[in-house]
């Protein structure tokens, strides 16, 4: 059987929906490209709200809100860049549509923009501007209704607002200096005052802090103190609360009515109204989200109902959820490895009213016939377990024999392949076994979702250990699957997932027959030199500093530069040419030292994309030229 990967792309995303004035909107690429859409309650032809040649970001990449809906304004404020190049701009346009407008008359254009806390009713937002051409981040409160801009703090770290009080006198501020080392602030009226954690600046020189993850902080129902989430109880994250007359002090939160089991963390509190909360789990990879009650007096969470997690939203991933306090209504996206987003909505007060608002469908490809995955997680080198899956040929496809390997290595370094359909890796895995072709998928210390510990390894540690957990599960665990030829292998990865595929062939040419990187890092200095300016003071702490001498040595070392010249099997390289992250000069420049010694390589450049493929006729021809190329050196 034949199948083509227009088959798996058939079932188009639908994705952060938000509902609002009896209409759902959200984003889709029914145009061949992400842009935003609205449909009535209960189903309706999507309506395009933008022009066709204005294309959306991945939510996942921007950092912050997409978009948000000013029923009261009749307005949209959406984020938009050029073609990738992740400068977001605020811009407006009406609820039915048309060609977004500058939403405070350009004040931004100097700025990397991001969408964070929004209040619909007052049409109030919070901005967190990255500088271009110097790391300051500034942070922002705007009135929609005004035009009005209030610069809320600035720092190199930046400010992000977790939290405003009804009248927007009182906001919760959290800056970060790596995964982790987190500091809280509260802002009343324009003073700041330290909540918990220890600032930067009042370190002494080489000074160690603990580690206390602080992450997202909402207001309690009183409004006198925050839930945090914290790894200062769990290295797997929990409930904190900090009386805001009492600074410094961090008390845990019981949680009541818990119903997963498995490994895995806290993801997120949210405040939903008066004295209910969302609280988000990432439990074996899969999403569980939970409407709890907060009792601040006796300081318990009472997880009520299990919004995801329970059949019929088990073993997939929340791609977002939105809560409309004034109707009581939740509208999310789900996906699972084999189903593909869908847009669902739960009601009552019971939330057992659920509607499905979308009937997406993968066209031609029996169910039957697409891969699960399986549990492949296994002990390590030094006897850390890490997470893994195993996607198969279906059996009714009818392949024989022992199936030849695609290694897939996510990005970030701290980030997670999680059994999602809505992004770039599900269909490709899937189009993978269609082609007879066994996948295997690990999330390798420093990957999220399994505790603060196991994510802080990769830090200062670039091509270490998660290098040699690669390794060992290519020689001592695969071997002992009798259902895969290791002797045809061959890895791919994206950004860091690049990145580790270029180490994998320089230091590990034997274990592969091809490879393709993905926009990864090629020389750690250029890439240092090369990156955001607001990205710089981040990248000095938790990769290293190319200034000091030592660590400049280190991240010669860590290079694949300094190792690609054992590589063996032949390589196809994928870049954007609008890439900010990982710019095109780094692909080219693997490319031409790796060409002039004589190596086999191939350069894919989108020319209209940025840190991702987005465009249909660009994924159509990504997948084709990564499966085609896999088939040619593995002969599936």
């Not at 009581?328 to 996206?333: E, L, N, R």
């Not at 250990?465 to 699957?481: F, G, S």
């Not at 030829?485 to 997932?497: C, F, M």
Request: aromatic residues 12%.
């Amino acid at each position: 059987m034949n199948y083509r990967i227009e088959s798996l792309m058939s079932a188009r995303l639908f994705v952060v929906p938000q509902f609002a004035d009896e209409r759902v909107y959200f984003l889709s690429n029914l145009s061949g490209h992400l842009s935003l859409y609205a449909m009535f309650y209960g189903g309706s032809v999507p309506e395009p709200l933008l022009p066709p040649n204005i294309a959306l970001q991945n939510p996942h990449l921007i950092g912050g809100h997409s978009f948000y809906v000013f029923p009261e304004l009749e307005k949209i404020l959406v984020m938009v860049d050029n073609n990738g190049d992740e400068n977001y701009q605020p811009m407006t346009t009406s609820l039915d549509g048309g060609f977004p407008e500058p939403a405070f008359n350009n004040f931004f254009k100097n700025y990397r923009v991001h969408l964070g806390e929004c209040d619909r009713d007052k049409a109030v937002v919070y901005l967190l501007a990255e500088r271009r051409d110097k790391p300051m981040n500034e942070t922002y409160r705007g009135d929609l209704k005004t035009g009005k801009l209030t610069k809320i703090a600035e720092s190199e770290w930046g400010f992000g607002v977790s939290a405003h009080s009804k009248d927007h006198s009182k906001l919760l501020l959290g800056t970060g200096y790596g995964v982790g080392d987190s500091v809280l602030y509260s802002w009343v009226k324009g003073k700041k005052t330290l909540l918990y954690g220890k600032p930067l600046e009042k370190r002494k020189a080489g000074e160690q802090v603990p580690l206390n993850g602080l992450g997202n902080a909402v207001f309690s129902p009183s409004g006198k103190g925050t839930i945090v989430t914290s790894a200062v109880f769990e290295d797997t994250f929990g409930l904190g609360y900090i009386n805001l007359k009492k600074p410094g002090v961090i008390k845990p939160i019981k949680l009541k009515g818990v119903a997963h089991t498995g490994a895995g963390e806290m993801e997120n509190i949210v405040h939903l109204k008066d004295d209910r909360y969302l609280v988000t789990f990432n439990i074996d990879a899969c999403s569980w989200a939970y409407e709890g009650i907060f009792d601040e007096a006796k300081l318990v969470m009472n997880l009520k109902y299990v919004l995801v997690g329970q059949e019929p939203f088990d073993g997939g991933m929340l791609e977002h959820l939105d809560y409309d306090a004034l109707e009581d209504v939740f509208t999310f996206s789900f996906s699972t490895a084999t189903s593909p987003t869908q847009i669902y909505m739960i009601e009552g007060s019971k939330r057992n009213d659920l509607s499905l608002h979308t009937n997406e469908k993968i066209l031609g490809i029996p169910d039957v016939h697409l891969s699960k995955g399986e549990d492949a997680s296994f002990v390590s080198h030094d006897g850390l377990r890490v997470s893994a899956r195993m996607y198969l040929p279906a059996k009714s496809l009818g392949f024989k024999g022992a199936r030849p390997v695609v290694y897939y290595i996510h990005g970030g370094p701290q980030g997670q392949e999680r059994p999602d359909f809505a992004w770039f890796s599900m269909p490709l895995i899937q189009y993978l076994t269609l082609r007879g072709f066994a996948v295997f998928v690990p999330n390798v210390r420093g990957s999220t979702g399994y505790g603060l510990k196991y994510v802080k390894h990769v830090d200062r540690d670039w091509g270490g250990q998660d290098r040699l957990d690669h390794v060992h599960a290519m020689t001592k665990v695969l071997p002992k699957d009798k259902r895969v030829d290791v002797k045809r292998t061959a890895v791919v990865g994206r950004s860091y997932g690049g990145y580790m595929t270029l180490m994998q062939a320089g230091l590990h040419p034997n274990l592969w027959k091809a490879s393709c990187d993905m926009f990864g890092p090629y020389d750690l200095i250029t890439f240092s030199e090369r990156i955001p300016e607001t990205w710089k003071p981040y990248f000095k702490i938790s990769i290293g500093d190319p200034a000091k001498p030592d660590e400049r040595a280190d991240l010669i070392e860590r290079s694949p530069k300094t190792h690609l010249h054992n590589m063996a099997a032949p390589m196809l390289v994928i870049q954007g040419r609008n890439d900010p992250r990982v710019i095109a000069a780094e692909s080219e420049d693997l490319v031409k030292q790796l060409k002039a010694k004589g190596k086999k390589l191939e350069l894919l450049v989108f020319e209209d994309e940025g840190h991702d493929v987005l465009k249909y006729e660009n994924r159509v021809t990504c997948y084709n030229a990564i499966t085609d190329f896999f088939a040619k050196y593995l002969k599936p």
